[in-house]
């Protein structure tokens, strides 16, 4: 069974800076998805940025970027720039692509605080 | 509907009641998931759905948890003679045909207390 490890409960930032929040996982598959959602208190999940194991290139979307490490399963968020309106909890979440569905696999989750 | 729409927003019960909680997807989505969010055990899942079918019920806790998805549509999870344990949000997924490859989308959730 794969499992995802998140290590840091909490993390703070000021806004502006720059905050990695560390993930990382086990599995014994060689294709899977590796995902970052944050939960803001409104509960509603929200899509951050994915990574497919199989590109090497590490994905972005605007001032999140991840730090994708296929050998050492470790997979960090680097949020840029923060602002007021990242604080939330996120979770790193893995996903098998030798599935012929979509069953997600969660970390424990950090909470994010962002100081003005 | 526009997104993942979940009821209701929050229940607070009595040991021992039996409660539902209802999920409604986004409209054509056939796949389906719950997931459960507690303090004790993080963020777990429960069950997938695919049209009205489960073929995987692997995260059910215990006999006392059930779901149906009826019309290829709403889904609701039945929890009987709930218990304190059973307290925690309940999350519900949708996504277009179920692939690994898609996105999920969230709903809002609903907080179950049981007193």
């Known amino acids: 069974a794969q499992t995802v490890t998140q290590s840091q409960p909490e993390m703070s930032v000021q806004e502006a800076e720059t905050v990695t929040l560390s993930c990382t996982y086990d599995t014994s598959e060689s294709d899977y998805y590796l995902f970052w959602y944050k939960q803001p208190p409104s509960r509603q999940m929200i899509l951050v940025i994915r990574q497919e194991a199989y590109k090497q290139q590490n994905a972005t979307e605007n001032r999140f970027s991840v730090n994708f490490q296929k050998a050492a399963k470790s997979f960090s968020l680097k949020i840029s720039d923060s602002q007021l309106g990242d604080a939330a909890m996120y979770f790193c979440?893995?996903?098998?692509?030798?599935?012929?569905?979509?069953?997600?696999?969660f970390g424990q989750g950090t909470i994010l605080t962002v100081h003005p | 509907g526009a997104g993942v729409s979940q009821s209701p927003s929050n229940k607070v019960t009595e040991k021992g009641k039996d409660v539902e909680l209802r999920c409604d997807p986004i409209s054509g989505h056939t796949a389906l998931y719950w997931y459960r969010q507690s303090l004790g055990q993080g963020l777990e899942f429960l069950i997938y759905f695919q049209g009205n079918s489960a073929p995987d019920k692997s995260g059910l806790p215990s006999d006392r948890f059930s779901a149906e998805r009826t019309g290829g549509s709403v889904s609701t999870l039945t929890i009987q003679r709930t218990q304190q344990e059973d307290s925690a949000v309940y999350l519900c997924?949708?996504?277009?045909?179920?692939?690994?490859?898609?996105?999920?989308?969230f709903g809002p959730g609903t907080r179950l207390l049981v007193l």
């Open positions: 979440a893995y996903r098998s692509a030798e599935l012929s569905y979509g069953k997600l696999t």
């Open positions: 997924a949708s996504s277009s045909t179920g692939t690994p490859r898609e996105t999920q989308y």
